[in-house]
């Protein structure tokens, strides 16, 4: 997407339900083998290769204003640390000591004109170099100049600030794709993180495999069965949207008809674009889907971003963000707080769904299951970039059990 054209290339998306449904492939599509979403081995060599080589979603660079200003995440096992320094420069660092391994800073904020260790006051320089030890003498080879914090890769798009510590990854704006453009043109830079009663960020844990988790967002096919809500909101039927082999957006039409549920009813009349926000949203949604787990719901009023990160091989954080416009007014604050509402009920018919789904994998009578080419095709591509990383998967679909819902490979 040339970006000197970006109002016209979104206004034109390469994904539309016309050209999904000429888009089918010769043969069934089989889903990921049950086994997948239980295996041990397979877990680890995710963290590998999905996790510690991916962009990650950190923050918003308006938490990162002036000098000493923070965020904290993890990409795969590393925890890392984006800070701003007194020079101006964003810098994505090891979040970890190199004396006794804690962790230096936590969540996000502002630290003094160094970075101190909290459990034995090493202390740093917000470029990475060391600045002190405590009782140095006590050390017989501690050679100060040769101790920093290891340096990653930081970047940012739109006003999003993403780490990767993987060097030979491809660069974030390539892996985007058309997500890079569009982000900018739905003025996201201009947005700010709304620090609500939980701070910037809440977190909430989930019992299941986040690959389970993420199938379960990449599609609306389930919508019309699980989501009544979603049903009497939004037209999934004329999704619109565009893709790489690494990231999609999507716009969907708000329907006209006023719901019956008083709930809805009201966000359907206090529902309005916030400014910056492109006309094509006055009555849209749209989502946003960053490889491998990263999340955004596109409202008028506010985007939401959530963020996926296993814990365990059947244990899930999501971590969401929201962004709000400077000039948020009453109208649009009360319009956001229903949505949330509204989301708590729908995340909670996921989680029934995706708890039912965890369970079911782990029976030895199910091998794989069969893939709408037309409404999960995105868990299609989202699975075959999986396929790609990791053979182990390979591995397992020839040792699973079970039947298939598909004849042949």
Known sequence: MDPSNVATDIASPTSTPESRATQKGPTATRSLPGIAYTDPVLYEQELTEVFARAWILVGHICELSEPGHYVTANVGREPVLVVRGHDGELRAMSNVCRHRASTILEGTGQTRS????????????????????????????????????????????????????????????????????????????????????????????????????????????????????????????????????????????????????????????????????????????????????????????????????????????????????????????????????????????????????QRGVQAPSYHSGILNDEQEFSVIRFQQRLRELLPRIAELESMATGTRSVATP
């Open 114 to 357: 160094v970075m101190r260790c909290p459990y034995h006051a090493w202390t740093y320089e917000l470029d990475g170099r060391l600045a002190a030890a405590p009782s140095g003498q006590g050390f017989a080879c501690l050679d100060r100049d040769q101790v920093a914090l290891p340096q990653f890769r930081v970047d940012v798009v739109g006003g999003l600030v993403f780490c990767c510590v993987d060097p030979d990854q491809m660069p974030l704006v390539e892996m985007l794709g058309p997500v890079g453009p569009y982000l900018e043109w739905l003025n996201v830079s201009g947005l700010q993180v709304d620090r609500g009663p939980d701070g910037a960020r809440w977190t909430e844990d989930f019992e299941e495999n986040w690959k389970i988790l993420a199938d379960n967002y990449y599609e609306d096919y389930h919508v019309p069965v699980a989501h009544p809500t979603l049903v009497r909101l939004v037209d999934v039927k004329e999704t619109v949207g565009d893709n790489n082999d690494w990231c999609e957006w999507s716009r969907v039409p708000y329907r006209s008809r006023p719901s019956r549920e008083p709930r809805e009813r009201e966000y359907q009349q206090l529902m309005r674009r916030m400014p910056g926000m492109p006309e094509e949203f006055e009555n849209a949604m749209g989502h946003v889907c960053i490889w491998p787990t990263t999340f955004f719901e596109i409202y008028p009023h506010h985007i939401d971003m959530w963020q996926l990160e296993p814990t365990g091989l059947q244990r899930t954080r999501a971590t969401t963000m929201t962004l709000v416009h400077p000039d948020e007014g009453e109208q649009d604050r009360r319009a956001r707080e229903l949505m949330r509402e509204l989301n708590v009920d729908i995340m909670g018919q996921d989680v029934d769904i995706t708890t039912r789904v």
